[in-house]
Structures are given as structure tokens and as C-alpha cells.
């Protein structure tokens, strides 16, 4: 009876969780359902808040808070609470005064009405600030700010067609649009004839907002929105208290003076949608991004390259090395020593200490700790833990393993720095905890300042720029002295081979087999396997699109770290067999090599692909990648190396060097 009672109370506890696991939900993704307002007995939401995030522009990277514009705003409410990620990145998420009940249509509900007069200079300063969001400048260089609003933790979109048919949804819509001295109009101006006053601006002051929702079945938790889409209009209301959406659109000259006023307004209608589910109501903005399918084909043909040129890489390898090593292993006579030839040669060099040894274990050790971060980071990402929906978690994440990867770092530096024969291990210790991260902060804080001089929302707050130094003196830093401490507590690393005291002469080497030449080969394959992802990558960054394949980004970067230990293993062998052996800095340069040709990249993309205008916008571009540039040069850097130090240490531990 007993065990009939402790076999149910084990299906029992089975049973619960099991149907805990059925309703568990990431941090801040879990649904929220709502119903119509008077409804009781559920534990559900009436009514429907949208927020607002900053402005952004693709054709300047200066982000701008919601109310720098003047728009509708309250005061009242308290913001929603930022992570990390949203705070580096900018996002400024603030409450807004468009709120309405669950299935109630609204018909051009006013929220609120600014007047201007040019004659007062602060009026005339929002007058001016509002076109410049619009256009700036005597030629009219539009900049063409975006809203970015959100409704249930979901960016509501503005869809329009685009050619073959084709729908694209933007996370965002114009704040207005602009018809040229020429009578040309620009932009979001051309889907509208009425736009067609010459040298006016034109200013979005009403929305029409589309709700999609779905139905839960079988339960008492009553609809998830699954959608939000909007259409912005411009409208003149005949009477700005009581507007009714007639007349003309909203237009200001652009040599307009004395009063205005701008009424803004908005409507809402809600559309039930039985085929959209709340866990895939992201995907129809994803699925509407332009050149998805192009993305994919052309990852697909970059993946089929790589691991074709990888395979030849490695097939050459091995039968090339394994021909050397059996006829080394063959050599048993005095005569057959005589004739040694190539990379045997110099394996009383090889593990020579190399000059600037104190600099290279501090590059191993950064770039160490940036490769797991990497590495996990993108394995979470993978699993869904940081998808778009998750706001910041993914910058958040990474700033996070960093800091708690001091250890690894540390111990790498201490570790290398001790087999070098350095006996300055304070200094080591102290250039691994400040030097690449010094000069990430010195570059992100001299961005901060220019961003703080522009008055953009992008500019990190004091309390938060303090927070990071807290983070990487009280945490970072010593991890990463526990970490060094270790490292030179354990013995030195024993290499297969003794060095002789005397260094071995180098032969003069041909063009090939220089140093300079063979860096800069070795670069070309690992940037021909991420090049494509690299675009996407910069979309994402600059031109505010979503990036959402995580799959194959963790794929690339699995196919990269391949791709760099083969081709640097291949050159360390080239340059071994002409009896150079200088490996250890030429092994971190080649790989490293890469990111000067992501540099390349970025700039052609600059100039290619971006509309950026102004001073502070292109030197926070060049600023900012050449933070990216740096951490991906130490990344891929410390790939080459340990990959060399692998291949060094197994040939030269299994062939006869007696």
C-alpha cells in the first residue's frame, strides 16, 4: 500500500513538472493576454500601452530621444527599467500618451497639440530641429529620422509594397518627408500625390494603427497580440481641438514664419488573426526583410567553399607532413643525418623565446578571453536566449562573460609570459588587465564625449560609465590576477625539444616565404568565409535591421576558427621547411591579418553602402569599427597562435630530433 502511495506521489510530482516546464518562458517573453474591459475573473490586461524608443537614421548614426523632437509626451509615468545592452546601445524606452482599450476602435482620438511661433527663438529651435530630423542643410541632405515604437514588447511596423509584389514591414516609420525646390519628392513623400507643394516639409501627425490578435484556445487567458502595424498620414485638421482627419496634409514651408500649429491624432482597429501564433508573431517581420532568400543562398555557397578549400587545406597537410615525418623517422645513420633537410633543421630554434614576448602573452591572454566570450555568447544566442525580442541581452551577455573571464585570461598571459623566460610578472599582469581594454574604454569614451556634444540619446549616462569602470576594477581585474597567480605557480611549459644557446643563422628567404607576403596571404581565406555574414552583420549595426540567424553565424564562426588554424598552420609550415623559425609572432600576425581586411571592408562599406552625413557621424563610424577591428584582430590572432603551437609542438614530439 505503501509503495502504491510513493509511486502516485512520484507521478503526482512528475506530472507538475512537467506542465511547469510547459509554461516556462524566457526573462521578460513571457505573453501577456488581454481582454475587453469589464471582463473579471481572468488575469488579464484591458489596456494596451504603446512606448517609444529613440529616433535612428540610416543616414546618420547620431540616435535622438523621443522628446528631443517635441513630440506628444508625458512626464508623469516612470520609464521602463533598461538592461546594459539597451543602455550601450542607445535604446531610450519611455512611456508614451497613445493608450487604448483592448477591441475598441478609436476614429482620430487627439492626443495632444503643439504651437509654434517663429518669432520666439526657443519655438523656432523645435521648428528647426523637427526639419532637420526631416532634411539639414542648404541642399537638403535628408536624414530621415524613424520612430521606433513598441506595443507588448513588439515594434510596431509600417508595411508597404516594394517591387515584384513584395511587402516589406519596417520596424520604424518617418517622421515626415520632403518635396525638393524642383517639386521632386524624397523618400516616404512619394506615396502620396498630395505631397506636391515645392520646398515643403511634410510631418506625419497621425497614425492609423492596426492590432492583430489571437484567440487562446482551451483557456481562460483570453487574446496575445500577435501584430501591430501602423500607416502614417499627414492631415491639416480643419479644427485643431476638435480634429476629424479631413483636409489636406500637414505642410510647413520651408520659408514659413509666424504661427503653427500641429495637431497629432491617431486611430485604432483591431483584426483577429487565427493563423498567427503569439511564439512566431515575430516572423513576419523577419520573412519581409529584403534579399532573405539571397542571404541565404549566398551563406549556403560560402559555407560549401570554405569547407571544400578547408578540406584541401588539410588533405595537403597531412599527406605532405606524413610523407616528412616517415622519412625522417627512416634516418638512423651519421650519412643520413648529414642530409637532414628543412624543418628539422631548426628544432633547436624552434621554441625560441620570441623577441616582444611580454606583448604577445598579453594579446593571448585578451584574445583568449574574447574567444569564449564569443563562443558562448553565440551558443546562448543559438538557443533563443538573446533573440531580438530580448532587448540588450545580447550586448548584455557578452559585457558580462567578459568581465567574469578575467581568470582565463590571466592565466594565459602568466602561462606564456613564464615560457618566454619573462621574469616581470607584475607588469605582465598589469598590461593584461589594462592595456586592450584601456584602449577599448579610451576609443568608447572619446565616442561617448561626441555623442554627449551632439545631445544624442546614444551617450552613455555617468552612472552607467561609472558601473563599467566598476565592473572592470572590482570584478574584471581581479579574476584576472587569481588567474595570473596560477599561471606562474605552475611549472613552464616543456616543449618536445631542447634550444641550443646559440641561435641558428637563417638562410636568406624568397619573396614567398618573407614575413610580410605570407601575413598577408594568410588573411584572404578566413575573411572569404565570413565576408558575406559581414554585411548582414553591418546592416544590423548601421542601417537598424534585425538580425536574427544566429545558426549561422555560430556556423561561420566555427568555420573561421577551421579556417585561420589551417592556413596558418600551412604557412607555419612553409616557412618552417625554408628553415625560418620565427613562428610565434608571424602566427598570431597572419591570422590576425583578418581584420585589416575587415578594416578594408568597412570603409568600402562606408562609402559604398551607407548615405552618412556630418563630421561627429563618420568619426563615430570610424571610431566604433576600429573597436571591432581591434577585437577581432586579437581574436583571430590567438586562434592562429595556438593552432601553430599545436603543430609545432606534435611534429617536432614525434619525430626522431636526438
Known amino acids: 500500500m505503501c509503495s502504491l502511495h510513493r509511486a502516485r506521489g512520484s507521478v503526482l510530482v512528475i506530472f507538475l513538472l512537467l506542465h511547469s516546464a510547459t509554461s516556462f518562458y524566457l526573462p521578460g517573453l513571457a505573453p501577456v493576454s488581454f481582454c475587453e474591459p469589464g471582463q473579471t475573473g481572468k488575469e488579464n490586461e484591458s489596456t494596451i500601452e504603446i512606448f517609444v524608443n529613440r529616433l535612428d537614421s540610416v543616414e546618420s548614426v547620431l540616435p535622438y530621444e523621443y522628446t528631443a523632437f517635441d513630440f506628444c509626451a508625458i512626464d508623469s509615468e516612470k520609464r521602463p527599467s533598461e538592461n546594459l545592452g539597451q543602455v550601450l546601445f542607445g535604446e531610450r524606452i519611455e512611456p508614451s500618451p497613445y493608450k487604448f482599450e483592448f477591441k475598441k476602435k478609436v476614429d482620430c482620438k487627439p492626443v495632444c497639440t503643439k504651437s509654434y511661433n517663429t518669432n520666439k527663438p526657443e519655438d523656432k529651435a523645435h521648428l528647426d530641429f523637427l526639419k532637420k530630423g526631416i532634411t539639414t542643410g542648404k541642399i537638403f541632405i535628408l536624414l530621415n529620422y524613424q520612430h521606433r515604437w513598441i506595443v507588448d514588447n513588439m515594434p510596431v511596423t509600417w508595411c508597404y509594397d516594394v517591387e515584384d509584389g513584395q511587402k516589406f514591414c519596417n520596424p520604424g516609420f518617418p517622421i515626415g518627408c520632403y518635396v525638393t525646390e524642383a517639386g521632386r519628392p524624397k523618400d516616404a513623400c512619394v506615396v ?64 514659413f514664419s509666424g504661427e503653427l500649429k500641429i495637431g497629432y491624432t491617431y486611430s485604432v482597429q483591431f483584426v483577429e488573426d487565427t493563423h498567427i501564433r503569439w511564439a512566431s508573431r515575430w516572423d513576419y517581420i523577419l520573412e519581409s526583410m529584403p534579399h532573405t532568400n539571397i542571404q541565404w543562398f549566398s551563406i549556403m555557397n560560402s559555407l560549401v567553399i570554405v569547407l571544400f578549400l578547408s578540406g584541401m587545406v588539410a588533405m595537403i597537410m597531412l599527406r605532405t ?269 597572419t591570422s590576425g591579418f583578418t581584420a585589416v581586411y575587415f578594416l578594408v571592408y568597412a570603409i568600402h562599406y562606408f562609402f559604398s553602402k551607407l548615405q552618412i552625413t556630418g563630421l561627429a557621424s563618420t568619426i563615430l563610424y570610424f571610431g566604433y569599427t576600429m573597436i571591432m577591428a581591434l577585437i577581432f584582430f586579437l581574436f583571430t590572432g590567438t586562434i592562429g597562435f595556438f593552432a601553430c603551437f599545436w603543430f609545432v609542438t606534435k611534429i617536432y614530439s614525434v619525430v626522431k630530433v636526438d
Not at 225 to 236: F, R
Not at 486 to 505: C, D, L, M, S, Y
Open 321 to 589: 607532413l606524413h610523407k616528412d615525418i616517415a622519412r625522417y623517422n627512416q634516418m638512423d645513420s651519421v650519412e643520413d643525418a648529414q642530409e637532414e633537410f628543412g624543418w628539422k633543421l631548426v628544432h633547436g630554434d624552434v621554441f625560441r623565446p620570441p623577441r616582444k614576448g611580454m606583448l604577445l602573452s598579453v594579446f593571448l591572454g585578451s584574445g583568449t578571453q574574447i574567444f569564449i566570450m564569443m563562443f558562448v555568447t553565440l551558443f546562448f544566442a543559438c538557443l533563443g536566449f538573446l533573440s531580438p525580442a530580448n532587448r540588450g541581452a545580447l550586448m548584455t551577455c557578452a559585457v558580462v562573460l567578459w568581465v567574469l573571464l578575467g581568470t582565463p585570461a590571466g592565466y594565459v598571459a602568466a602561462r606564456f609570459y613564464k615560457s618566454f623566460g619573462g621574469e616581470k610578472w607584475k607588469t605582465n599582469v598589469l598590461l593584461t588587465c589594462f592595456l586592450c581594454p584601456g584602449v577599448v574604454f579610451a576609443d568608447f569614451f572619446v565616442m561617448n564625449l561626441i555623442l554627449w556634444g551632439e545631445g544624442s540619446s546614444a551617450a552613455m549616462p555617468f552612472g552607467t560609465l561609472v558601473a563599467i569602470l566598476a565592473l572592470w576594477f572590482c570584478i574584471s581585474v581581479p579574476l584576472t590576477f587569481i588567474g595570473a597567480y596560477f599561471g606562474f605557480k605552475k611549472t613552464g611549459i616543456e616543449h618536445p625539444v631542447r634550444t641550443n644557446q646559440i641561435p641558428r643563422q637563417i638562410p636568406e628567404q624568397s619573396f614567398y616565404t618573407r614575413s610580410l607576403p605570407g601575413i598577408v596571404m594568410g588573411g584572404i581565406l578566413p575573411f572569404g568565409c565570413i565576408f558575406i555574414q559581414l554585411f548582414f552583420i553591418l546592416n544590423s549595426i548601421w542601417s537598424h535591421q534585425m538580425y536574427y540567424m544566429f545558426g549561422f553565424l555560430f556556423l561561420v564562426f566555427i568555420i573561421l576558427v577551421i579556417t585561420c588554424s589551417e592556413a596558418t598552420i600551412l604557412l607555419c609550415y612553409f616557412h618552417l621547411c625554408a628553415e625560418d623559425y620565427h613562428w610565434q609572432w608571424r602566427s598570431f600576425l
Open 192 to 255: 502620396n500625390s498630395d505631397f506636391k507643394d515645392k520646398d515643403t516639409f511634410y510631418v506625419f501627425n497621425h497614425v492609423d494603427i492596426t492590432i492583430h490578435y489571437h484567440v487562446v484556445e482551451n483557456e481562460a487567458a483570453g487574446a496575445r497580440l500577435v501584430a501591430a502595424k501602423m500607416e502614417p498620414k499627414s492631415y491639416k485638421h480643419t479644427k485643431v481641438e476638435a480634429p476629424d482627419c479631413a483636409g489636406g496634409p500637414m505642410y510647413l514651408n520651408n520659408k
